[in-house]
């Protein structure tokens, strides 16, 4: 498939079965998104979650009401059941089935959620000349768990899973400055520095993703990471529910500057 | 005197010579300027120096023209040669007195430059309830000379002068947030972690101010320094040159937020 494809073309391409893959470097300039689909009954106690919880999960856009698969608000003729390359199915809180197309799963009380991803953030740390070393390295980006607690809501809870990237201090500072104009794509970093003030005992182990050079004179600089709702859903059991597969995202017709605040 | 006093009325105490102290804590919310004022023939040096190094070297305001000792754009009255508390004369880049009123040296091919300080990001990190070692301590900020290079000007050069506030990482992500706000007084930070990287020997022997303690978990986060140009001018050795004495600052009737660019 052609990189320099429209969002549009791309998930037409991806609706019929022709692209079946990971997004990263698709559609750039655009939003990615982070998928949840829940039933109605669960879909409020995950809303406020990410309410109480911006930085991990922050809300792109959400369906219009319970059973709707359409997404006008986040680009044209966006059908959610067939529109991301590959999805997650979990029941009971266990992931049972990975497919790629969702009409014949689809209830009338499910609610879909799209959550901002650090592929918008990374674009624009890139675009001002850092280097995002899990780009570089061609890697999945490295992601911990900490001892950051979110702020639980109903059934939902948990502590924040985070993603790393090495960069030196005056860099991190650019990093703070670029970050903060993107809240909905998680925003500033958490932490930089010592990662056992967040609870990582090894920073060469991460809990997701792959492990990264951290060069000399680099400190670690950590941020909000979109796997910290899919671990409080785990938790919570929801006896049905639905996500993206990791790495295969619903591509937005938003622009990624639209997510700037400033 | 009373710290409550408007700027206006406190610099008619420093003018009738009722007030000779340092500044801090008087004219709260306003801007307090560090001064510069030097013949003609080097002003034009040293405002490309301060165009070319904005971070250490801020102008808030100068003079309209050469020999004019009023300053209307920063506050009602002011007149630089009687309402600063204490000035310094340089003769050859030597100090060589230290008085309270300028009327007798003041010569009509002089300039007024008037530099941000810290006072007005240090007001915006406590109001944000961060803390600030240094007014905690009641000390002065502990300042350092670096190996970070400034682009000279004419006459003018030298490395740049930081100033140092211990913070927890969380909060030297937020103080680059509120600093990048106030690019007229020093900006965010240029440097934060391994002192020995901007060339600090010895964190706990400043060059200039008094030490202040660094707690477990603290990270020392530099920003660029007033002080910077003060080196700059000793070094050129103008003949003739007049600055603030440390801590007795001009203070203006700008507020604060008014420097905020955002």
Chains 1, 2 share one sequence.
């Not at 998928?35 to 991990?56: R, S, V």
Request: with cysteine.
């Amino acid at each position: 498939m052609n990189k320099e494809m429209t969002p549009f073309n791309i998930r037409q391409q991806i609706r019929s079965g022709e692209f079946t893959g990971n997004t990263s470097g698709y559609g750039q300039g655009f939003v990615q998104g982070n998928l949840a689909i829940m039933p109605k009954e669960w879909a409020n106690d995950f809303l406020q979650f990410c309410q109480k919880n911006p930085k991990p999960c922050p809300i792109v856009g959400m369906s219009s009401q319970p059973g709707e698969f359409m997404l006008p608000d986040l680009g044209q003729d966006i059908d959610i059941r067939s529109d991301v390359p590959k999805y997650r199915i979990y029941t009971n809180g266990v992931l049972t089935e990975e497919v790629s197309d969702l009409k014949p799963y689809w209830r009338d009380d499910l609610v879909t959620f799209v959550l901002g991803c650090s592929f918008s953030f990374e674009e624009a740390l890139i675009a001002d000349g850092l280097e995002v070393r899990n780009i570089t390295e061609g890697v999945n980006v490295p992601m911990y768990r900490t001892n950051i607690e979110c702020k639980s809501a109903g059934r939902f809870s948990g502590t924040t899973v985070v993603s790393m990237r090495p960069m030196k201090a005056a860099d991190a500072i650019r990093a703070v400055q670029i970050c903060t104009r993107f809240p909905s794509v998680h925003g500033a970093p958490l932490h930089l520095g010592d990662p056992s003030q967040i609870g990582i005992q090894d920073i060469n182990k991460p809990d997701f993703g792959d492990a990264v050079t951290i060069k000399e004179g680099e400190l670690p600089v950590f941020w909000a990471c979109g796997v910290t709702p899919q671990v409080a859903i785990e938790q919570a059991k929801p006896e049905f529910c639905i996500t993206h597969s990791p790495g295969h995202m619903l591509i937005t017709d938003l622009p990624n500057s639209r997510l700037a605040v400033l």
